[in-house]
């Protein structure tokens, strides 16, 4: 039918390898799960989510510290969790016994919440710490889990756990 | 059927199509967790706010944050009488070691915790151009670091100034809604330290989740609603000259 259809059929057979060679690099170099949700890789979500956790969560504090958690109850503390005041305890949780916790420095660690500040909502307690204590740790006479202070003589640094 | 040449070379390119489809392999398998049975989002009640820095602090400690740079930040509004088009806000060093005492008198005072919005319909997302950035099928907006180029254009591209660059790896950041958490069950690092219960982490697609109740009683807003970003990041009592 075509006169010297051998050329056309050499450059079809070049365009085919050209195509092949196109096709197979692109499986080598696009990730296996790209496209799997959507346009992305999405091997990057289970990557994403087996970066280690820092904070326990209160929930595992509670379930060792019952002693604090029944204290805290009693008072307006209640409604904090653990790792606002002692901070990331991941590590602590996972090796208890090597592991502990720094002690607090509650004239720094107070003052963050209760320092006033006229942006403060109103109805939370505020005082200005130079005048209130003086630079006096607050555990002197607040117990920091059950921060109310007895008025039936329990108060003073001798009322503290 | 005898194979000729020509015949092989129409077969070897659908092979390698095939090919392809065999690499890819089956889905990650996640035993807890599914994927579709979640839709994230965060409640924000600026009421409760008190400007602590710990939202601030723990996500910089969860999530390796570099130094100077925030995923998470607060900013303290003064709102002078009426001038409620020219707030005077401040954010110094993203709110991390608190705030000072106001100078300013009079007027109105408050805080507004920011974070990424994880929007359903993201800009940032949108304008990658290697998809690096994606919305999860659970509603977090990511960054796959090994796919990132760093050309910013997501930091651009952000209405919420939310990304940035990281200076070690040169790869766009941002929050993750501590994805690593709460695939756990675990909720937001910022949530957890969270001293008066002003942010919540809530999943929408959870009928028992409290974040309905409070929706349906509550006059809440997110920032930029006219972006139609689909931001699902919800601010409760938050006042009209928040940007």
Known sequence: MFKD????????????VALLAFLILRAVIIPRSFGQYGHYRGAAIAEIAAHPIAFAGHSTCEGCHTDVVALKNQGKHVVVPCEACHGAQARHADDPGSVTPAKLDTSVLCARCHEANSAKPKDFPQVEASSHSGGVA???????????????????????? | MEITRRHLLLLLPAAAVGWKYVLAGTPEASPNYRLTEHWWAMLIDIPKCI????????????NDVPEGYYRTWIERYHVADWKVERPDVESPEGGIHGFPANE??????????????????SPCTQVCPV??????????????????LGCRYCVQACPYGCRFINPKTNTAEKCTLCYHRITKGLT????????TGARQLADLKN???PIHSFLKTHSVQVLKPHMATGAKVFYNGMDGSVR
């Open chain 1, 5 to 16: 259809i051998e050329h056309l059929v050499r450059l079809a057979a070049v365009m085919a």
């Open chain 1, 138 to 161: 607050c555990d002197t006479c607040h117990q920091p889990h059950k921060p109310k202070i007895e008025e039936t003589g329990a108060s003073g640094p001798e009322a503290k756990k």
């Open chain 2, 207 to 209: 009928p028992d989740d």
């Open chain 2, 51 to 62: 400007g602590c820095g710990s939202c601030v602090r723990a996500c910089a400690q969860e």
């Open chain 2, 188 to 195: 937001t690092a910022c949530c957890e330290v969270c001293p």
């Open chain 2, 104 to 121: 300013e008198s009079g007027g109105k005072n408050f805080f507004v915790p920011k974070l990424c919005n994880h929007c359903a319909d």
């Open chain 2, 131 to 148: 998809g690096a950035t994606f919305v999860t099928p659970d509603g977090v907006v990511l960054v796959d670091k090994t796919y990132c």
